[in-house]
């Protein structure tokens, strides 16, 4: 007797929450000061966004984001003068592209997510 497996629906599928957390902690990181260590959560949404197809349509987001937090990370490492924190060597336009990239990140979580819990019409 053959055995048939049935992939889950689309629409039953959840997203998984850990990358729209981690990406909200990275604005708290940077506007608390503590910007270098939300390289963490960066990597975090990074590697599950990639890793993960539900949040296949997140992909641009998360490079977004990985753009948007590595531009002050290595302007701070090969800068001639560089201060001890990231915090204090960053650019508050720098910061504020950062933390809007993360909030970018969580929205279009949240838009995914409804997008997906939404019935499909024309049945």
């Known amino acids: 007797m053959p055995v048939t497996v049935s992939s889950p629906s689309s629409t039953t599928e959840r997203l998984p929450r850990s990358a729209a957390i ?3 902690a990275v604005a708290v990181m940077v506007v608390g000061q503590f910007a270098m260590l939300a390289v963490v959560p960066v990597v975090i949404v990074v590697v599950s966004t990639w890793r993960n197809v539900a949040l296949r349509a997140l992909r641009w987001w998360a490079a977004g984001l990985a753009v948007a937090f590595a531009t002050p990370l290595v ?18 336009a720098l910061a504020a592209v950062v933390v809007a990239a993360a909030l970018a990140y969580v929205v279009a979580w949240v838009v995914v ?6 019935p499909a019409t024309g049945e």
């Open 75 to 92: 302007l701070w490492a090969i800068g001639p003068d560089r201060a001890p924190s990231l915090s204090k060597d960053m650019h508050p």
């Open 22 to 24: 981690a990406a909200g």
């Open 113 to 118: 997510r409804r997008r997906r819990a939404v």
